[in-house]
């Protein structure tokens, strides 16, 4: 996994993570262990989500297991910075959600000393790469890539596949919406 204990703060700038995969994959599970860890070393903490994200809570990041800790939403990339100001480690979830310049954002928080983790989904329902999920992976670091168990092979799977009928790029929802699927079965699926 990450090499936290590798990294001397004092002698280096700050630096970003990014943690992408499925649905149902863990991403939110993992960024919410690192916040404790860093919180538990007393680093000031800060996480942040986009205002969209209101499926569990308007000011709580919650997994799909209920874990779950307080953070800030946010409209725009642009009240980050400011937000961030005295802060050790920043952490943002739901980042496929972010407008552009979240890539800037996390840029310069991170040439300002800080540890930025993000969390998001790498692909779209499509399969294709998601709002600025591509640019912030080849940005940062550490990339963690987490993955789901398939639905129908019980593989590992990396595709989000959308059950609902909605075409629309943006659709949030849980399980009636969505399924994790394996490459095999998500081809299959589109060859219908």
């Given at each position: 996994?990450?090499?936290?204990?590798?990294?001397?703060?004092?002698?280096?700038?700050?630096?970003?993570e990014v943690i992408c995969g499925s649905m149902f994959s863990g991403k939110t599970e993992e960024l919410i262990r690192r916040l404790k860890r860093a919180e538990f070393a007393k680093q000031k903490?800060?996480?942040?989500?986009?205002?969209?994200?209101?499926?569990?809570?308007?000011?709580?990041?919650?997994?799909?297991?209920?874990?779950?800790?307080?953070?800030?939403?946010?409209?725009?990339?642009?009240?980050?910075?400011?937000?961030?100001?005295?802060?050790?480690?920043?952490?943002?979830?739901?980042?496929?959600?972010?407008?552009?310049?979240?890539?800037?954002v996390c840029n310069v928080l991170a040439n300002g000393g800080k540890r930025v983790i993000v969390a998001g989904l790498d692909m779209d329902y499509e399969g294709n790469p998601f709002g600025p999920?591509?640019?912030?992976?080849?940005?940062?670091?550490?990339?963690?890539?987490?993955?789901?168990?398939?639905?129908?092979?019980?593989?590992?799977?990396?595709?989000?596949?959308?059950?609902?009928?909605?075409?629309?790029?943006?659709?949030?929802?849980?399980?009636?919406?969505?399924?994790?699927?394996?490459?095999?079965?998500?081809?299959?699926?589109?060859?219908?």
């Amino acid at each position: 996994m990450f090499l936290e204990s590798n990294v001397q703060n004092s002698q280096q700038l700050g630096w970003i993570e990014v943690i992408c995969g499925s649905m149902f994959s863990g991403k939110t599970e993992e960024l919410i262990r690192r916040l404790k860890r860093a919180e538990f070393a007393k680093q000031k903490t800060l996480i942040l989500k986009p205002t969209t994200d209101v499926r569990y809570s308007e000011s709580k990041v919650v997994s799909h297991d209920s874990n779950e800790i307080i953070s800030k939403p946010v409209s725009s990339s642009k009240e980050i910075i400011q937000l961030s100001k005295d802060i050790d480690v920043v952490a943002l979830d739901e980042a496929q959600f972010f407008d552009d310049g979240i890539i800037d954002v996390c840029n310069v928080l991170a040439n300002g000393g800080k540890r930025v983790i993000v969390a998001g989904l790498d692909m779209d329902y499509e399969g294709n790469p998601f709002g600025p999920m591509p640019n912030l992976m080849a940005i940062a670091e550490f990339v963690t890539k987490v993955h789901a168990i398939c639905t129908k092979t019980g593989n590992l799977a990396n595709y989000s596949h959308r059950i609902s009928k909605s075409k629309d790029l943006v659709l949030l929802g849980e399980r009636a919406e969505y399924e994790p699927l394996s490459r095999l079965a998500f081809k299959e699926n589109f060859n219908k």
